[in-house]
């Protein structure tokens, strides 16, 4: 009996703990944020390539992501965001979105060029993925967690990098 008393006090107490986890990809970015409660946010998929929505090479996805969502137990994304449209942060998104459950696709639209949108979108329908706009959600709540969501949209700049969506994670 202490036996499987201590076994279960261990398992009962061992604290559970958010994860945060940036992936290499090279010049762009992927970060993933796990809660306590498997809940997952994925912000932008890193990637190569031109500006352009279909690459043929997704090896960042295939060897990187994807196999650390595995070995995760991850098999669906509640949240992605995609910070602004420069394939080094979301070239892999056509591979991640045909292999892994997204339930919503978080972006600014106004920063997309429209048949870069249009693909997105359309991709989207097939997935059944819900998009929202950023300036739509300024915040998500996840158990204890709160991601801030800045649309730092500047129009009058042709710089995607100042299209960005800034994500505030307090912990």
Do not use: W
């Given at each position: 009996?202490?036996l499987?008393?201590?076994?279960?006090?261990?398992?009962?107490?061992k604290p559970s703990?958010?994860?945060?986890?940036?992936?290499?990809?090279?010049?762009?970015?992927?970060?993933?944020?796990?809660?306590?409660?498997?809940?997952?946010?994925?912000?932008?998929?890193?990637g190569k390539?031109?500006?352009?929505?279909?690459f043929?090479?997704?090896?960042?996805?295939k060897?990187?992501i994807?196999?650390?969502?595995k070995?995760?137990g991850?098999?669906?994304?509640?949240y992605?965001?995609?910070?602004?449209p420069?394939?080094?942060?979301?070239?892999?998104?056509?591979?991640?979105?045909?292999?892994?459950?997204i339930?919503?696709l978080?972006?600014?639209?106004?920063?997309?060029?429209?048949?870069?949108?249009n693909?997105?979108?359309?991709?989207?329908?097939?997935k059944?993925i819900?998009?929202?706009?950023a300036?739509?959600?300024?915040?998500?709540?996840i158990?204890?967690?709160?991601?801030?969501?800045?649309?730092?949209?500047i129009?009058?700049?042709?710089?995607?990098?100042?299209?960005?969506?800034i994500?505030?994670?307090?912990?």
């Amino acid at each position: 009996y202490f036996l499987i008393t201590l076994v279960i006090i261990s398992t009962l107490s061992k604290p559970s703990n958010a994860e945060l986890t940036i992936f290499d990809v090279g010049q762009g970015d992927s970060i993933l944020f796990k809660s306590n409660t498997n809940k997952t946010v994925l912000i932008d998929t890193g990637g190569k390539g031109e500006e352009n929505f279909e690459f043929k090479h997704h090896n960042i996805a295939k060897y990187k992501i994807l196999p650390s969502l595995k070995r995760r137990g991850i098999t669906t994304i509640d949240y992605l965001i995609i910070t602004h449209p420069h394939a080094d942060h979301m070239g892999e998104l056509p591979y991640i979105i045909d292999h892994v459950k997204i339930k919503n696709l978080i972006l600014n639209s106004d920063g997309f060029p429209k048949h870069l949108l249009n693909q997105v979108h359309n991709e989207c329908k097939k997935k059944r993925i819900n998009i929202i706009e950023a300036k739509n959600i300024p915040q998500i709540k996840i158990d204890d967690t709160e991601l801030k969501i800045y649309d730092t949209f500047i129009s009058s700049s042709s710089d995607k990098n100042e299209y960005s969506i800034i994500t505030l994670i307090k912990y």
